[in-house]
């Protein structure tokens, strides 16, 4: 773009003339929340993905956020700003491992957090959100073989409020396992009326602390619907932006990321992947059309069904 260009009005004017839509989750950047037509949780974006009339979806988020759409949507055009925002916890499940494993367990169903790949989500019985996960799988028979994956820490959770033994995954998101239960201890002595905010994929400890679990939605929900005042939030620290623009008067408290030590390990609690989507690239994905994201057809048929049976139990 050239200089001196007013990226965010241009970015619109292109939405208005093309027929796009920009859809954001809360992790992204505040400018690219601010000029999304809609933003919201991995389950928001699904059902925004589902039913827009729009001619082209651009998915500021993870590259799994782009494909659910494709799939969704398979006669619009994906948009997403930059292909290298992946996803830690979708790379700790490959189809082929995953695929083996299911061949070692007959008798079992899957179900997968929608943190995975198109490939992962076709060998897939239900794919659930942090939003709706307990429902869907309660919606199973007690006596049902499950198989729940890729991350172990919502899985674990899952299973100690449902009572049951889904057999886990061992994946996990190296933002929010990284959370220290440490920190959360020390700003709950130093501000004794704050309310713990924990999203699912946090380690159990972590949870154990919580006053709230949920998805951002989740969160985000509690924080405008409650009477106090101050919030400790483990969660990726983008979502601060939505919080702070619905309840200016209240505080809001990132927990930030364990540094073990000798480590040169970063002390922000971001997710890089989200951070990759800027307004340049949002700027020149909307002008040029490019990158596109597209699924193999065959694998989004079968990807498809599991995402859809998620969509009508929830
Ligand atoms: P939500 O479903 O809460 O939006 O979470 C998505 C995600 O990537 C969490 O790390
Ligand atoms: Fe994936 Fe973790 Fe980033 Fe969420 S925060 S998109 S789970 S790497």
């Known amino acids: 773009a050239p200089a001196g260009t007013d990226l965010s009005a241009e970015i619109r004017k ?5 027929k ?3 859809l954001a989750h809360y992790y992204t950047r505040g400018e690219i929340q601010d000029v999304a037509d809609f933003i919201g949780d991995s389950l928001a974006l699904a059902r925004k993905a589902a039913e827009t009339d ?3 979806i651009v998915m500021c988020g993870v590259h799994f956020m782009a494909e659910t759409c494709k799939i969704l949507s398979p006669d619009k055009k994906v948009l997403a700003p930059d292909l ?8 700790s499940c490959r189809a082929d491992d995953l695929r083996k494993f299911k061949d070692e367990h007959p008798g079992y169903k899957v179900v997968s957090y929608v943190n995975t790949t198109a490939a992962v989500k076709a060998l897939t019985d239900v794919v659930v959100t942090s ?3 307990k429902k869907i799988v309660d919606s199973f028979p007690k006596d049902e073989k499950l198989i729940f994956g890729p991350d172990r820490n919502l899985g674990a959770y899952i299973n100690s409020v449902t009572g049951r033994q889904m057999l886990l995954w061992e994946g996990g998101c190296h933002v929010h396992e990284r959370f220290s239960v440490a920190e959360v201890v020390k700003l709950r002595q130093s501000h004794p009326g704050a309310k713990v905010l924990a999203h699912l ?3 159990g400890p972590v949870l154990a602390l919580a006053d709230v679990v949920g998805s951002t939605a989740v969160m985000l929900e509690y924080v405008k619907k409650s009477a106090d005042k101050e919030f400790i939030v483990a969660t990726e620290a983008g979502i601060l932006h939505e919080m702070k623009r619905s309840c200016p008067d209240k505080t809001f408290l990132p927990v930030p990321p364990e540094i073990s030590e000798g480590s040169l390990g970063c002390s922000c609690n971001e997710c890089d992947y989200m951070k990759m989507n800027t307004m340049l690239k949002l700027y020149n ?3 040029y059309e490019w990158p596109v994201v597209d699924v193999d057809p065959e694998v989004a048929r079968e990807a498809v069904k599991p995402i859809e ?3 009508s139990l929830s």
Not at 14 to 18: D, G, L, S
């Open 54 to 56: 729009a001619r082209i």
């Open 285 to 287: 994905a909307l002008k």
């Open 309 to 311: 049976r998620m969509l």
């Open 84 to 91: 290298n925002a992946g996803c830690s916890l979708a790379d």
């Open 201 to 203: 994929e946090c380690k």
């Open 14 to 18: 292109m939405c208005e003339q093309k």
């Open 131 to 133: 939003g709706n996960a």
């Open 20 to 22: 796009a839509v920009i």
